[in-house]
């Protein structure tokens, strides 16, 4: 799962970023609302947590910005303690939830889960396709009944695929969500081969189908109905 964290206080972001990346999340930062702004037209996230109060523009129009790029991308707002009608505005804008500063980090992580589970999956902790099965609360996926031993780099490309189950995964986009964009690309085209590899092989030797496909020079899918 790939966020966008847009914080301008130094402080607050990197405790956020830090706590963000120990839950598991890949993170990448911006401080600006032109910083925000430029990734936001270039790379897909899942979930991007928005301060409202930034030095050169107003969070409210990067909601506006996410919100006209018609992806699935989950939003939540970041506000000062008295700023309501900010907060208004936002949900007004589409933003999925609010949190007010200060917040404690474990009501942060539930209100990421929340959303990414309403966008994602459903309102459902579990992601079924074909006989593979993910428990997204217990980060466990399975054949059928079968529990695989993943690494956390193949559980969030297995996961990844299912969230996209039938459409075609590029290196370069696989390579960004599991890294960020800190990582030479040419060189993760490799890794991303070898996590392939082994995940499918464990798929197989639980019992499942190869369900993930190398369309030859382009990149890979994950088809269910084979
Ligand atoms: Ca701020």
Known sequence: MKLLLVEDNPHLADEMDAF?????????????FDEASERI???QYDLVIVDLGLPDGSGLDLITEIKQKETDTGILILTARDAIEDKVSGLDLGADDYMT?????????ARIRSILRRHKFNRS???QLAEIKIDLLASQAFVNEVPLSLTKKEYDLLLYFMQNSTRLLTKESIAEHLWGDHIDQANSFDFIYNHIKNLRKKIIAAGGKNRIQAMYGMGYKFTPDQ
């Not at 963000?20 to 600006?32: D, I, N, Y």
């Not at 500063?101 to 992580?109: A, G, I, M, R, T």
């Open 125 to 127: 902790n579990i992601i």
């Open 41 to 43: 037209a270039v790379y």
């Open 20 to 32: 963000l990346k120990e839950s598991g999340f890949v993170v990448e930062r911006a401080a600006t």
């Open 101 to 109: 500063k200060p917040f404690h980090k474990s009501e942060l992580n």
